[in-house]
């Protein structure tokens, strides 16, 4: 059976561009392949934060996570720390990737440069090891995820390419996988921007567990162009393209067919934004339960991690063995 696997940062609230672009696509997965999904709380420590909030995060996620429909009877579903053979091999990745192909990462470029006068860890610039271990510790056939990380999936495949060269065949080779719909939901506010946690204004951004009047007030005050044409056109009227993306992923159908139905912005904005809050109720009615028995989900996730340690412990010995070291 295919293995997929596909990972989250516990960094802020879940947006719909996290939904769209990836969640729902995991949960459909779940069926049809053997799934593994990390919370990646090593990888949120590449950016500092106080004491606690990255625990609590990480199980706010984790019951987002089974709120949309992941399954922890179908699903590996674990949290990064859980399981220390992802920074173990993250150092062998490391040694593995060049200083040259890192510093080509254009999530490093946006990053380090939106914190141009703040501390930039060495972690962020490594990051892509870390994330590559993650990978190719649970031999992963695909990884779905949104357009924004295929950068990342080609330098894990540049990373095990370059290790089995160098020490015989160790690792499978992962390839991503990339949703049509939704693949990018970009910012209501700033369309040409992708909707992201790291936006300086929250009025473009939908989160999961936003209130319904909020929800539409958001979609109300998007962001359009000044002509009043309804049309599919990414490049040309970015907002209009990026509303009728959202709808044609919450009800089917499809962008340009979508905007034939529409001569006005007004109708296409409420109709998205109706469209959004009846996918979000019951997420949020799941969520809500879940979060309120924290011992469970912490049992959920040791179960998980138990799942995920017995893939990944193999294959870390295997490029222990591969590459000679000594076994202790
Ligand atoms: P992040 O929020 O960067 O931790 O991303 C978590 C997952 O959501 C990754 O698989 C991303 O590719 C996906 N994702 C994040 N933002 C968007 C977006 N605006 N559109 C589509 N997918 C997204
Ligand atoms: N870098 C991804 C992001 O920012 C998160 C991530 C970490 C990931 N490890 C992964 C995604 C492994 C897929 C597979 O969204």
Not at 65 to 82: K, R
Not at 96 to 109: A, I
Not at 151 to 166: L, M, S, V, W
Request: some cysteine; glycine content about 8%; aromatic content about 6%.
């Amino acid at each position: 059976m295919t293995r997929v696997l596909s990972c989250i940062q516990p960094t802020g609230d879940v947006h719909l561009g996290n939904y769209l672009g990836a969640l729902r696509n995991w949960v459909i997965g779940q069926h049809e392949c053997d799934a593994f999904h990390g919370i990646v709380d090593l990888h949120s420590l590449t950016i500092t934060t106080e004491p606690g909030v990255v625990g609590d995060n990480t199980l706010r996620l984790a019951a987002m996570l089974f709120a949309v429909g992941l399954d922890p009877e179908i699903a590996t579903v674990f949290v990064q720390s859980h399981v220390p053979e992802h920074p173990q091999l993250g150092w062998i990745m490391e040694c593995t990737v060049s200083y040259g192909e890192l510093s080509r990462m254009t999530q490093f470029k946006d990053k380090s440069a939106k914190r141009e006068a703040e501390f930039i860890s060495a972690g962020l610039f490594t990051y892509p090891a870390l994330q590559a271990a993650d990978i190719l510790l649970y031999d992963t056939d695909e990884v779905p995820v949104g357009e924004d990380q295929r950068q990342h999936i080609e330098i894990t495949r540049d990373i095990a390419e370059r290790f089995n060269g160098r020490f015989g065949q160790t690792f499978v080779m992962p390839k991503p996988v990339i949703p049509r719909a939704g693949a990018r939901v970009m910012d209501l506010q700033d369309p040409t921007s992708k909707m992201s946690k790291s936006a300086n204004s929250e009025a473009g951004l939908v989160y999961l567990l936003d209130e319904p009047a909020a929800v539409l007030k958001k979609f109300k005050r998007a962001v359009t162009d000044s002509d009043s044409e309804v049309r599919y056109d990414r490049a040309e009227k970015p907002g209009v393209s990026n509303l009728l993306e959202i709808l044609a992923a919450t009800t089917g159908g499809t962008p340009e067919t979508l905007a034939t139905q529409y001569t006005q912005y007004g109708p296409l904005k409420s109709d998205t934004g109706e469209a959004v809050v009846e996918m979000l109720k019951p997420i949020q009615a799941r969520y809500h339960e879940l979060i309120a028995d924290r011992g469970e989900l912490a049992r959920l996730l040791s179960t998980g991690a138990h799942k995920a340690r017995a893939v990944a412990s193999v294959t870390y010995q295997r490029a222990c063995d591969a590459i000679g070291l000594i076994r202790s």
